[in-house]
């Protein structure tokens, strides 16, 4: 299907009045805060009839963001999901600021109780010890490494990031140990770390990913209010690359009918930037998410929401969703198998990497450092 077919822009402009929507909160994603799927009792806001609901939603006034310590025991989480290319993965932060409004780790939030809504992007959970954990578990006897995502849930270099510093504490521990890292991010931040990346792509221990979803700056700041702005994104490959560390593009997710005909633009833009790899994936919206994204697509394009969500259901077998392995990442049906081929088209025609070409981190020279905090208690054994 050719770009722009659908008879609309493929570079929404959102709200064209300038005029404040109804449950938007300046710099925020969400419209709402519904409850979790493990509430009993669900409340919803209900006009009287004198209009004062639409009134009180019109001007809402902005959404400090708190922060509660998280006393995890772990550092690593593990999956075996055929869909994902690592098998473990570390994430500092529970929540993430950056208010996208697809993002599909929002239904974690209800694991701590909370939202998937406003309460993912305001109410964040923080590791502060999470460098001093994933060491202990680096040196556990027969650990085997293999590459760790950093990041795969949420985003490691979000705002707060600036001022905790748990990535850099991380990046730390695994450049003393030799260990394979990968890193995908929407945050121009990750440059601050240009010291400890560039060391370890020396030692091709380290490959950085930047998400770049759109190259409209308007439609970026409906989309993800507080990430960096797509030219920003775009720098940051480019330093990236200029300093040695392998960086790669993530097309993600591909929304059809709003962002997806973009894609070859985003490809290209990125390559002449410096990425050597790519890669895409179709909008995904599990449970809660389904009805806060129909939410906010009625009311940033209400003009376009009922194609869109029909694309949608299109590549999803008829649902909003389809969670099997193998299809929830690319979907299924016509509109999926030509996003596809317009990905594989658009990978030869600007020279990106195929898979499996020259991506392989070290993972043989990981070497725990000696643990020097341990050597009076053993000197005392003699």
């Known amino acids: 299907m050719p770009d722009g077919s659908l008879g609309f822009s493929p570079a929404p402009r959102g709200n064209p009045t300038g005029t404040p929507l109804p449950g938007v909160r300046k710099g925020r994603g969400a419209l709402s805060n519904p409850a979790n799927r493990y509430e009993r009792s669900v409340r ?15 001007d809402l006034p902005p959404l400090a963001t708190t922060l509660t310590r998280d006393n995890a025991r772990r550092a690593l989480s593990w999956n075996d999901s055929p869909d994902l290319g690592f098998d473990r993965s570390i994430n500092p932060y529970r929540g993430c600021e950056h208010g996208c409004i697809y993002c599909y780790a929002r239904p974690t939030h209800a694991w701590l109780g909370l939202s998937p809504g406003l309460d993912f992007e305001t109410r964040l959970v923080f590791k502060p010890e999470v460098a001093a954990i994933l060491e202990r578990e680096l040196r556990r006897p027969g650990y085997v490494a293999r590459p760790i995502a950093l ?25 003393r140990f030799n260990h394979p890292v990968t890193i995908v991010t929407k945050s121009a931040g990750v440059l601050r770390d240009l010291d400890i990346l560039g060391r370890m792509a020396q030692r091709n221990l380290v490959h950085v990913c930047l998400s770049i979803t759109t190259l409209d700056d308007r439609l970026a700041r409906v989309m993800e209010p507080r990430a960096a702005a797509p030219t920003r994104r775009l720098a940051a490959v480019r330093a990236l690359a200029e300093a040695g560390i ?12 709003v962002n997806d005909a973009e894609m070859e633009r985003i490809l ?40 869109v969500l029909k694309l949608i259901r299109e590549t999803r077998g008829g649902g909003m969703y389809d969670s099997r392995f193998g299809t929830r990442q690319v979907g299924t049906g016509a509109y999926a198998e030509t996003i596809a081929q317009r990905f594989a088209l658009a990978l030869r025609r600007h020279g990106f990497e195929q898979a499996g070409q020259n991506n392989r981190l070290d993972c043989a020279s990981f070497a725990p450092p000696r643990d020097t905090a341990l050597e009076p208690e053993q000197l005392a054994l003699f």
Do not use: C
Not at 154 to 163: A, H, I, L, S
């Open 246 to 257: 392998p960086v790669g593009v993530l097309a993600a997710p591909m929304i059809p009918g």
């Open 44 to 58: 919803d806001p209900f006009d009287d009839g004198w209009s004062t609901l639409e009134a009180a939603l019109a």
């Open 268 to 307: 290209g833009a990125a390559r002449d930037a410096g990425a050597t790899r790519a890669a895409y994936v179709l909008l995904r919206l599990p449970l809660e998410i389904a009805e806060m994204f129909e939410g906010w697509l009625h009311a940033h394009f209400p003009e376009r929401a009922a194609k």
């Open 151 to 175: 990041g795969s849930n949420t985003d490691p270099y979000q705002p707060v990031e600036r001022t905790l510093k748990l990535t850099r504490q991380v990046l730390e521990v695994l450049d």
